[in-house]
Every structure is written in structure tokens, then in C-alpha cells.
């Protein structure tokens, strides 16, 4: 069971980042940007995402990348131009959520929780 568990943790950090910096490159982040968004030092970014195929993330960097790819699809949902989905996160926002600031920029705050409270905004704009 421990090997199978294993097994699927490296397919899924495999699948993620080859994934992940396309996202990060659409909404115009910086290496040291994307690994924070992911929690990871960013020598360990440049290198995950150089080598997809050896990556090895953990738990914490699954949930991240979850919260990532939900954002990043409900944004091509409810902003079907790619250029509009992909600049949401660059834009100031009003609601109090964000405080006038762009979510990326309370995404990059570096906690979980804020990837969390921007994804179940976006899911509940999504009803």
C-alpha cells in the first residue's frame, strides 16, 4: 500500500509540474513568485521544473498545486478570454477579500490559507 501511495504521489508531482510553470508563466510570475505560490525554495523550483519527471513533492506541496489548477480553471470558466482569466490575478480587486490589492498579491503572501480563500471565492462566484 506504502509503495502504490508513493507511486501516485510521483506520477502526480510528475503530471503538476509540467502543469504548473505554464500556469505561472500566464499570469506573468517570476520564478521566485511561482515557487512561493508553491512553497518551495526557488533553486528547487528552476530544478522540478527543468526535470518534471523528478520531481517530488510532498503533501503540502500537492494542496498547493490543488489550489493552483482550481484557481487557474475556474478563472478559464468564468473569464472564457484566456488574456482576461489569465490577468484576473494581476488586477486590484475591491472586494474586501483582497482590499484593493491584486490576489495574486494575497496569494503570494506564502500561506496556504491564502491560496484556500482565493480557490472557495472562485468557487462560489461559480455557484
Known amino acids: 500500500m506504502q509503495a502504490a501511495k508513493l507511486e501516485l504521489r510521483h506520477q502526480l508531482s510528475g503530471a503538476g509540474m509540467r502543469a504548473y510553470p505554464n500556469i505561472a508563466r500566464a499570469w506573468g510570475l517570476t520564478d521566485a513568485q511561482a515557487a512561493r505560490l508553491l512553497g518551495t525554495p526557488p533553486s528547487t523550483y528552476r530544478r522540478w521544473k527543468r526535470d518534471p519527471e523528478r520531481a517530488n513533492l510532498d503533501v503540502n506541496h500537492l494542496e498547493r498545486l490543488s489550489l493552483i489548477l482550481g484557481i487557474y480553471k475556474n478563472l478559464h470558466i468564468l473569464l472564457p ?36 480563500v482565493v480557490r472557495q471565492h472562485l468557487d462560489a462566484a461559480r455557484g
Do not use: E
Not at 477579500?97 to 503570494?108: E, K, V, W, Y
Open 81 to 116: 478570454r484566456p488574456d482576461s482569466a489569465d490577468s484576473w490575478v494581476r488586477r486590484p480587486n475591491t472586494n474586501p477579500l483582497f482590499g484593493g490589492q491584486a490576489p495574486i498579491d494575497r496569494m503570494l503572501a506564502g500561506q496556504v490559507g491564502d491560496l484556500f
